[in-house]
T-cell receptor, first 117, second 112 residues
């Protein structure tokens, strides 16, 4: 199947700093990518939809000024957690659908574990 | 909110078939049934999807009831590596709604 890659796999940062997470579709172009967050022992929660060349769409309760999303190309979306705090510590996962397969399957990155200390 | 209901957890003996049920009584006519699994600390992995006919691939089989209100994912010969959380999701096929809404899933434990 198609490959979606995230970088980094894990990151530890100090409280108040910003962290950027990259999501790349390696073998297909994705006009839309999705960012999820998963807290321990919980399910994935959609945070936002990243649209190439336009503004991201955020889910209710997700602060767009805190979680900056940039989808600058058809193969790259970035999520920047600004002024991170310990409560932002979580597992962040991106996904995209492969248009070559009629968008039938969503492929997920391996996830990024963020720890804010 | 997720439109599916799954048991919280299940156990299965290694080498036996694992049958994971899912209820989706409010499924719409244009919604497919998708199954994903998530092994600890990894991103979800696509398993299979279907509309109304039973489906089979190299990973699993999907049995959908005639009224489409429930389905069962079958792993024919479970291995220890199949231990994961399995998510049943209903979603339109591709299109503008590309995101998936995850419920709590079923934690499958395959035991030796």
């Amino acid at each position: 199947g198609a490959v979606v890659s995230q970088h980094p796999s894990w990151v530890i940062c100090k409280s108040g700093t910003s962290v950027k997470i990259e999501c790349r579709s390696l073998d297909f172009q994705a006009t839309t990518m999705f960012w999820y967050r998963q807290f321990p022992k919980q399910s994935l929660m959609l945070m936002a939809t990243s649209n190439e060349g336009s503004k991201a769409t955020y889910e209710q309760g997700v602060e767009k000024d805190k979680f900056l999303i940039n989808h600058a190309s058809l193969t790259l979306s970035t999520l920047t957690v600004t002024s991170a705090h310990p409560e932002d510590s979580s597992f962040y996962i991106c996904s995209a659908r492969d248009p070559r397969s009629g968008n039938t399957e969503a492929f997920f990155g391996q996830g990024t574990r963020l720890t804010v200390v | 909110d997720a439109k599916t209901t799954q048991p919280t957890s299940m156990d299965c003996a290694e080498g036996r078939a694992a049958n994971l049920p899912c209820n989706h009584s409010t499924i719409s006519g244009n919604e497919y049934v998708y199954w994903y699994r998530q092994i600890h600390s990894q991103g979800p992995q696509y398993i299979i999807h279907g509309l109304k006919n039973n489906e089979t691939n190299e990973m699993a089989s999907l049995i959908i009831t005639e009224d489409r209100k429930s389905s069962t994912l079958i792993l024919p010969h479970a291995t220890l590596r199949d231990t994961a959380v399995y998510y049943c999701i209903v979603s339109p096929l591709g299109g503008s709604q590309g995101n998936l809404i995850f419920g709590k899933g079923t934690k499958l434990s395959v035991k030796p």
